[in-house]
């Protein structure tokens, strides 16, 4: 299994813009779709993109499509999700996900993955 590290929450207002990064280790990141759910307070942790091991296939929640952007570096290990026109209701403690695949497919749901990382609290503010 990959072991996953996220980097690049924090606070911003709405509107505005964040860029979160998480790093695999290990030498079969490229076997695995990945995958970015949230959770916000009181709520179920929800899908927000994910991409197929390839990055030739990606979807995206419909709260996030047209704002947010997955990619990912199999060279580098690393899979991204950049943010923008951020709204208060993206409020949440966002979490990379890793699941092995033995096809280029896009996985939805949490039970599909089984790595995640520690998560990063992402906060928006009206």
């Known amino acids: 299994q990959v072991q996953l590290v996220e980097s690049g929450g924090g606070l911003v207002q709405a509107g505005g813009s964040l860029r979160l990064s998480c790093a695999a280790s290990?030498?079969?990141?490229?076997?695995?779709?990945m995958g970015w759910f949230r959770q916000a307070p009181g709520k179920e942790r929800e899908f927000v993109a994910g991409?197929?091991?390839?990055?030739?296939?990606?979807y995206y929640a419909d709260s996030v499509k047209g704002r947010f952007t997955i990619s990912r570096d199999n060279a580098k290990n690393t899979v991204h999700l950049q943010m923008n026109s951020l709204k208060p209701e993206d409020t949440a403690v966002h979490y990379c996900?890793?699941?092995?695949?033995?096809?280029?497919?896009?996985?939805?749901?949490?039970?599909?993955?089984?790595?995640w990382g520690q998560g990063n609290q992402v906060t928006v503010n009206s």
């Open positions: 991409i197929s091991r390839s990055g030739g296939k990606i």
């Open positions: 996900a890793a699941g092995i695949v033995k096809t280029d497919s896009v996985y939805t749901k949490p039970d599909e993955y089984n790595c």
């Open positions: 290990g030498r079969t990141f490229s076997s695995y779709a």
